[in-house]
């Protein structure tokens, strides 16, 4: 008996990613947390399998060390997470550890995989959640409880955007945040911390980190740790939350790792065969209640630009809508750089927003994939070989294009430009006079990272 641990084996062989132990009780079950003792370091490994008295478990962190005959221990609560008031403001590891220097006086802890809705708790008629960004609330808006993806390669702004939303549910919410960082580069991890403390926003959000260079076991069990801190704010502060998951794709792949290292058959692409079910019972825990709600926003990296991929498609069955941002706009220097053709909300309907804003988006999607159409013209024949109309649409659809451009709070310091949080009712209002040709006479330059249309000066005019 170490620290009230009770001991129920010994290691018979050791890996990176798998600890073998001959058991003598038979209390160990799949997901039970098992350690041992080095050099005074608690060791955690999580099991994976049982079979024929022994368990295959894998380690939270590193095995180097570690040996044969080593006595292993029972932790009769499994993986912890703080569950209270202390999360906030706080940066914790995949298995419950504050990792930014502090402590936590009187800890309150729940086991990550506890908590499941029941179907008479779940409610789906959540209000509308405006987050002030107006590709996304034009384009695709969210109601509280939505599960929204955010697609696209590397270095077209996802985690930018997801720092934006941070602030500004925030701002127009006053709610707190949950952002889990699945795989997340460390670097990525300090700057995300340094920056909301700079803001003032930290102590309004609780941040869990399963670092790139941890182990797979770590990296996957940050999800868990995630929604664990989220369901505190939603049941016990009976909140609205908004949940971030960067980068929900690298939790399919480090169990695909740990599934590889059990010796099971993988599927397609090399995933994991509990595909399904890994992916099912994350989303199945982001819900909203009559007291609270769950809103997440979760990024999903495509592997070689390949929206078809089967983990990517996987996710996506689970989500009410997606944001994809496409390298083709970032490199126009528009910036979110939406993908206005492929994002989509469930929520995008005339009962969901109404008549005016579900036409206005329509005509919108309309003028710009006619513009697509007729760059290529103009880029051949020149523009005054086009009608009337088609001049008109060409200019209109370039202005919009420079609309849904955004100066965003985070990104100030490097930018120069004012953030905007910008509501929907003015949004609606400066695309229909876009569309309604009211600003055919003043230069497309007038509209790019601005929030509301300005007022025109005689400068801005052609």
């Not at 939603?234 to 909140?239: A, L, Y």
């Not at 994939?369 to 009337?388: F, H, K, M």
Request: with cysteine; net charge negative.
């Amino acid at each position: 008996m170490v620290n009230g641990e009770v001991g129920i084996g010994k290691i018979i062989s050791v890996s990176n990613l798998n600890v073998q132990v001959l058991l003598d009780k038979s209390d160990v079950s799949m997901r039970s947390a098992l350690c041992t003792y080095l050099d005074g370091r608690r060791v955690t490994f999580e099991v994976a399998q049982v079979s024929g008295g022994i368990a295959r478990a894998v380690p939270l962190s590193s095995v180097n060390g570690l040996r044969k005959g080593m006595d292993v221990f029972l932790l009769p609560r499994g993986i912890e997470i703080e569950y209270s008031d202390n999360i906030l403001g706080r940066v914790f590891n995949s298995y419950g550890e504050p990792i930014d220097g502090g402590v936590i006086e009187n800890p309150v802890t729940r086991n990550i995989y506890d908590k499941n809705l029941a179907l008479s708790e779940i409610d789906i008629d959540g209000d509308v959640l405006w987050t002030g960004i107006k590709a996304l609330d034009f384009f695709a808006p969210m109601q509280k409880g939505f599960k929204m993806g955010m697609l696209g390669g590397a270095g077209v702004g996802k985690t930018v955007l997801i720092k934006e939303l941070i602030n500004n549910v925030y701002r127009g919410w006053g709610s707190n945040s949950v952002f889990t960082g699945v795989g997340e580069r460390s670097r990525e991890g300090k700057e995300l911390y340094d920056e909301m403390m700079e803001s003032g926003l930290m102590d309004k959000l609780a941040v869990v980190f399963g670092q790139m260079g941890e182990s797979s076991m770590a990296r996957s069990r940050a999800a868990y740790a995630g929604l664990t801190l989220a369901e505190f704010l939603r049941d016990e502060r009976r909140q609205d939350v908004l949940l971030f998951i960067d980068n929900i794709y690298r939790f399919v792949q480090a169990n695909s790792e740990i599934s590889a290292e059990l010796g099971n058959m993988p599927i397609e692409s090399g995933y994991s065969t509990t595909l399904l079910s890994d992916v099912s019972e994350v989303q199945e825990r982001i819900n909203s209640t009559g007291e609270g709600s769950i809103t997440s926003f979760q990024a999903i990296y495509i592997p070689a630009d390949d929206i078809t991929d089967m983990a990517v498609n996987t996710i996506m069955s689970h989500l009410d809508g997606q944001v994809v941002l496409s390298r083709k706009v970032s490199e126009k220097g528009i910036y979110p750089a939406v993908d206005v053709f492929n994002t989509t909300s469930r929520l995008l309907t005339i009962e969901g927003v109404g008549e005016r804003h579900f036409r206005l988006a329509e005509r919108t999607v309309a003028s710009l994939a006619r513009y697509q159409e007729l760059e290529e013209i103009v880029a051949v024949l020149g523009i005054d070989e086009l009608s009337e109309e088609d001049t008109n649409t060409f200019y209109r659809a370039r202005k919009l294009r420079n609309y849904f451009a955004q100066p965003f709070f985070v990104s100030e310091q490097f930018t120069g430009i004012p953030g905007q949080f910008v509501k929907i009712e003015d949004v609606l209002d400066d695309v229909e006079a876009i569309l309604g040709g009211k600003y055919d006479t003043v230069d497309e330059g007038h509209f790019l990272f601005v929030g509301k249309i300005p007022p025109v000066e005689k400068t801005a005019l052609i």
